[in-house]
């Protein structure tokens, strides 16, 4: 037996102490005010426009063990969602609310993967281990310029007398560039100082060219690699456990995914993938850095660079300090096409 106690944090609790869920008193005009106090009374907020609102902050040491939450997909490029561990100044974890619970381009889409789960209709769910020694933080800032309601939210967490010395803080960053025919390369993770494991790649993927997109490779380099990297996928779709193109179609497994695949007519392509390193971690003492190609096929059969737009996400474990993000691009450079 682990002595631990479990909480869990939601609009009904929004501290997750003892005792302390269902004390909302009911309005005459909520739905519950024929039932009265203890019923279901608050299982929502409202995200004030312009406004970053903490949903979790806790107190102590422990780890966050599952995160669900629904929201309207209006929120999923036009809200940032951030968590602090320990009382750090800048955010371990900083990403469009979509993006991180793999929903890129501003869609709903379902994805059954083991750590982020997404399920009909846009339950998001991260089952990412969050441990953190002292407190830890969640917010989400609406930037957009109305209010959004109906976010609903649950944060399970274990609360325990101390954590190994040596533990990993989970980190999650969103980047978007657009490749140039010059260098068709697209930088998912950058900067990152210290020892720890990287444990995912999330990309949303807009296709600005006909034909073939994914013939570019993904490279790692660490600890101190420059020009050439350690370890050099053999193509996008192979990356995350495809091949062949996908022969034109979509899937979702534990670990590996393809879940998205749009091209409605008066649009561009859009493409959705993950490779989630959970049982083969790519582990780095010192750095790491991480790349992606955008390559298709020119008809004489040689490889096209190619100008694409894509959006990532990066998931990893590091000991803290960590060094700081780049900066957020604002909503307008985070629209989808």
């Not at 720890?196 to 997109?213: M, R």
């Not at 003492?285 to 390559?295: F, M, N, P």
Request: with cysteine.
């Amino acid at each position: 037996m682990v002595d631990a106690e479990t909480r869990s944090i939601s609009p009904e609790n929004p501290t997750g102490e003892k005792g302390g869920g269902a004390k909302a008193e009911p309005t005459p005009d909520n739905p519950a005010s024929m039932l009265g106090r203890g019923w279901k009374v608050r299982p929502c907020i409202t995200l004030d426009a312009g406004r970053e609102t903490t949903i979790a902050e806790i107190e102590g040491c422990g780890i966050i063990q599952h995160i669900w939450m629904t929201v309207s997909e209006v929120a999923y490029r036009s809200c940032i969602l951030r968590m602090f561990w320990d009382g750090e100044s800048y955010p371990s974890v900083e990403a469009p609310l979509g993006d991180f619970f793999c929903c890129g381009h501003g869609l709903r889409y379902e994805v059954n993967s083991l750590p982020i789960a997404v399920n009909p209709m846009g339950g998001f769910n991260s089952y990412f281990p969050k441990p953190f020694r002292k407190k830890a933080r969640i917010t989400i800032e609406n930037q957009s310029e109305s209010s959004i309601s109906g976010l609903y939210y649950q944060v399970t967490y274990t609360l325990l007398p101390e954590l190994p010395e040596n533990i990993g803080y989970f980190h999650a960053q969103w980047r978007r560039s657009m490749t140039r025919r010059e260098h068709p390369e697209h930088t998912i993770l950058d900067g990152v100082k210290g020892m720890g494991h990287y444990v995912g790649t999330f990309l949303a993927w807009t296709q600005l060219s006909n034909g073939w997109w994914g013939e570019g490779e993904i490279k790692f380099y660490i600890d101190g690699d420059t020009e050439y990297p350690t370890i050099c996928g053999t193509g996008t779709e192979d990356y995350v456990g495809g091949a062949w193109g996908f022969g034109g179609k979509t899937y979702s497994t534990p670990f590996l995914g393809y879940p998205l695949k749009r091209a409605e007519p008066g649009e561009v392509p859009k493409h959705a993938l993950y490779r989630f390193h959970i049982l083969d971690p790519i582990r780095f003492r010192r750095d790491i850095k991480v790349t992606i190609q955008a390559l298709g096929w020119w008809p004489n059969f040689k490889f096209q660079p190619l100008t694409d737009d894509i959006a990532s996400m990066a998931y990893w474990y590091q000991t803290e300090p960590h060094e700081k993000f780049p900066e957020m691009p604002p909503l307008h450079l985070r629209w989808p096409r």
